[in-house]
């Protein structure tokens, strides 16, 4: 079976583009985490992708039969549009923690400091 881009995109042509407008507003393009070839995989092939794996849509061919396996776990990601597929799952469903150095922690009881803390050697 062969990998290269063209034939992957015969056999997830689609009439329609694929929007998130829920997880990528500004398209996924501008989103910064696809590059230009993934954008225009999931904008122009989203809609078969998905349908595939919701299992709205039955899979016509060798490379959507090897798509549901991908998706389903059974195989690794071996060609572009499988693996666009797979990193957009991970940026929509996967909860990302975000950290910052510059946060604060609420104190339950915030303690008031008296004046005998400070000590005359101290001063400057």
Known sequence: MSNDISSLRQAFASQRQFYDDQNFPR??????????????????????????????LEPQNEFQTQFVQVVTGNLDATNAIERAWVKYLKQTTCKTKFHTLFGRSRIANPTTQSVEYYSESDSL
């Open 27 to 56: 398209g996924f393009g501008r989103s910064g985490h696809f590059t230009l070839l993934e954008a225009d995989i999931l904008e122009q092939h989203g809609v078969v992708l998905k349908g595939l794996y919701n299992k709205t």
